[in-house]
């Protein structure tokens, strides 16, 4: 099951993939992954800088390297499925709702934000999108991502849920009884673990006797795949075969993408001041995997992109950013006597 070379991604760190393999691929979904991977890393930086200079009050968890693995996943997915994110979701959200102003919006603690500003950065919602929520209680989604999908089975449907998670999140028991529940329920349940091979700040080697999780999905019978979490190719055509499966005969299924996070654990630092195992020749080396000049070159040498398409590109992502990030920033803040309105209380 494992895919050729992903060995040598995680072991090696000057392994360099060959090109990615477009073929197949409908140009039309190239530019699509193209623009929205540049956006949401576009937009991640526009936050790493407002957080510098103060301007967001609440914690910021960046996925900057991380892009084409929502991206991939997104693009098979419709408005009625349930997709629950964790506290480094902001390319989970912009996936299947490109409203830049909701996400900047709620960063700063706006009304006008995805969670009427009460959320903040690592609680995130667009219900008419399917994304139920991002909590930052690591695991905490993942056996909801499991009741969502067994209430669409109950319910007849062909939706499915995807649970997005990190490398520790399945570190918690709850993952462990939520593979065994999808499985023996036969739940439609995608669980995309984004192996980024740090838990805040403790590497994999340090924490597991493997770097890759993807056994714990075989202990349970559930058909798994390790991937280049950094080749949006790859997570696209796996992720689209998985979803079509799932659809027609419910039952879980297991992505696991190696990838790395260009930011520290929390907020705009490398972390290389707080890291254990982190170095900076290790982050160098990633960068030279990024999945976006992955991407873009890849386009370049078949011919289906210019330089003067690019130029476009970088000149419509900027302008979505500053115009979204300056009219959030004019956003109100929720009224005051709001504050308790959707909490829960039980008489
Ligand atoms: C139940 C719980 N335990 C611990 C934490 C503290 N914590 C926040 S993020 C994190 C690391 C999660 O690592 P991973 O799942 O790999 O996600 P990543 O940050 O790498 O995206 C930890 C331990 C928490 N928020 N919730
Ligand atoms: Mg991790």
Same mark, same amino acid.
């Given at each position: *099951? ?23 691929i ?21 936050? +790493? ?11 910021? %968890? ?5 892009? /084409?693995? /929502?991206?991939?996943?997104?693009? =098979? ?8 994110? +964790? %506290?480094r #979701?902001?390319s ?7 409203? !830049?102003?909701? !996400?900047?919006?709620?960063?700063? $603690? ?7 500003? *009460?959320?903040?950065?690592? %609680? ?15 695991? $905490? ?7 969502? $999908?067994?209430? #669409?089975?109950?319910?007849?449907? =062909? ?9 520790g ?12 529940? /999808? ?40 058909? /798994? ?11 696209? @055509?796996?992720? =689209?075969e ?22 520290? %654990?929390?907020d ?40 003067e @398409? ?17 009219? +959030? ?19």
């Amino acid at each position: *099951m494992l895919s050729e070379g992903v060995e040598n991604f995680i072991e090696d760190p000057n392994f360099i993939f060959p090109e990615l393999n477009l073929s197949q691929i409908k140009p039309s979904y190239l530019e699509d992954f193209l623009f929205s991977m540049s956006l949401i890393r576009a937009a991640e930086i526009k936050i +790493a800088k407002a957080k510098k200079n103060g301007l967001i009050k609440g914690p910021v %968890h960046l996925g900057v390297g991380q892009e /084409a693995i /929502a991206v991939g996943v997104s693009k =098979s997915l419709r408005d009625t499925d349930r997709i629950f994110g +964790a %506290h480094r #979701s902001h390319s989970h959200i912009l996936g299947v709702d490109k409203d !830049l102003r909701k !996400l900047f919006a709620e960063v700063l $603690g706006r009304k006008t934000g995805f969670s009427a500003g *009460m959320g903040g950065s690592m %609680h995130l919602a667009s219900k008419s999108k399917g994304f139920m929520g991002s909590v930052p209680i690591v695991t $905490g989604t993942v056996p909801l991502a499991v009741g969502a $999908g067994l209430a #669409s089975k109950l319910q007849k449907s =062909s939706d499915i849920a995807i649970s997005y998670l990190g490398d520790g999140a399945t570190e918690e028991g709850v993952f462990h009884e939520s593979l065994n529940f /999808a499985r023996v329920s036969n739940i439609p349940v995608l669980f995309v673990v984004e192996n980024n091979l740090f838990s805040s700040h403790m590497h994999m080697s340090l924490r597991q006797p493997l770097n890759t999780i993807n056994r714990f999905a075989k202990a349970h019978k559930i058909k /798994a795949k390790l991937l280049d979490g950094n080749d949006v190719i790859e997570i696209y @055509k796996t992720s =689209s075969e998985f979803i079509k499966n799932m659809r027609s005969k419910p039952e879980p299924y297991l992505i696991e993408a190696i990838t790395y996070r260009w930011f520290g %654990h929390v907020d705009w630092r490398d972390d290389i001041d707080v890291g254990v195992a982190r170095s900076k020749k290790d982050l160098l080396n990633w960068k030279k995997r990024d999945p976006i000049k992955r991407l873009r070159d890849a386009m370049i040498n078949k011919k289906i992109w210019t330089n003067e @398409k690019q130029l476009n590109l970088d000149v419509k992502v900027k302008n979505l950013v500053e115009e979204n990030w300056e009219t +959030a920033m004019k956003d109100d803040f929720p009224d005051r006597n709001s504050l308790l309105d959707n909490v829960y209380k039980d008489d």
